[in-house]
């Protein structure tokens, strides 16, 4: 076989690897680390995944804490002098708070210390108390973000896989969102 062949080969058998029975995504080992923007699995181990009419109920209950995990733009490199930087606006689920860059599958030290700290905080240091981790549709930052909980000890995890997306599409409202600091 021509090593081009070979390569194309071991890249579509790699990619079918990744994917259960009738092409639904399989849920990864580790977190994602790259393309977070595709195709979710329809499961978080350890976590109970909604849609947006729970989410609804729960946001409405007032005892759950919502956590948005989409990404913040971050200042763009060699602006010239005197730019105005203005962060681009983020819509959020009202009710939410906005963790920005705690979905990526790698975390700096100071960026795990933030949602460890900031995720306590939401939570009143009650690991029991149940969390709903959101973005967008086919994103897997919030599904990161869900299993990095988990790994942190919380019991009551909740995905909301199509986030924002489903939010609005159920015909509920988005607000401007502000990151937590």
């Known amino acids: 076989m021509l090593p081009g062949a070979a390569l194309s080969l071991c890249l579509v058998l790699g990619t079918a690897a990744s994917y259960g029975a009738e092409g639904e995504v399989a849920e990864p080992e580790a977190y994602r680390i790259d393309e977070y923007r595709s195709p979710v699995p329809k499961t978080l181990k350890g976590a109970r995944v909604i849609g947006a009419d729970e989410a609804e109920v729960l946001i409405k209950d007032g005892k759950t804490v919502f956590v948005d995990v ?3 733009a971050p200042k763009p490199p060699n602006l010239p002098e005197g730019t105005v930087w203005r962060d681009p606006t983020h819509m959020t689920i009202d009710g939410a708070h906005w963790l920005p860059n705690v979905g990526y599958g790698v975390l700096s030290a100071d960026f795990e210390v933030y949602f ?7 939570t009143g240091n009650d690991q029991t108390r149940p969390v709903v981790f959101f973005c967008l549709k086919d994103c897997w930052m919030s599904w990161n973000a869900g299993k990095r909980a988990l790994s942190l000890g919380y019991t009551n995890v909740i995905w909301f896989p199509e986030g924002t997306d489903a939010w609005q599409q159920a015909g509920f409202d988005l607000v401007k969102a502000t990151p937590v600091p």
């Open 116 to 122: 460890k700290s900031r995720l306590a905080e939401l």
């Open 70 to 72: 989409f990404p913040r």
